[in-house]
Nanobody, 117 residues
């Protein structure tokens, strides 16, 4: 059974940084796509970034490009999201997810990020 557990959220001032972690277990992720999504207060869930676990290629939403970095540690089966130059509009619940085929089928419980102005 795939399990994803996020951590690292918190309260930070605008311009600050946070690093989110997502500990993954339950299967091999060597052929997986793993991603970060977020749900801002009162809004729909939105894509943030994704990484091809085996080859490391990445893709970002325009809103975070140049400020956020997605990475993974294969030995620890852990996904990361380094968030720099945080803005109040980055306030959201952040989720990691991984695919089963062509859809994101497995989700973590989320970690809250709040950026104060």
């Amino acid at each position: 059974q795939v399990q994803l557990v996020e951590s690292g959220g918190g309260l930070v001032q605008a311009g600050g940084s946070l690093r989110l972690s997502c500990s993954a277990s339950g299967r091999s992720f060597s052929r997986s796509i793993m991603a970060w999504f977020r749900r801002p207060p009162g809004k729909e869930r939105e894509f943030v970034a994704r990484i091809n676990w085996s080859i490391g290629t990445t893709y970002y939403a325009d809103s975070v490009k140049g400020r956020f970095t997605i990475s993974r540690d294969d030995a620890k089966n852990t996904l990361y999201l380094q968030m720099n130059s945080l803005k109040p509009e980055d306030t959201a619940m952040y989720y990691c997810a991984t695919n089963n085929g062509y859809e994101y089928a497995y989700w973590g419980q989320g970690t809250q990020v709040t950026v104060s102005s």
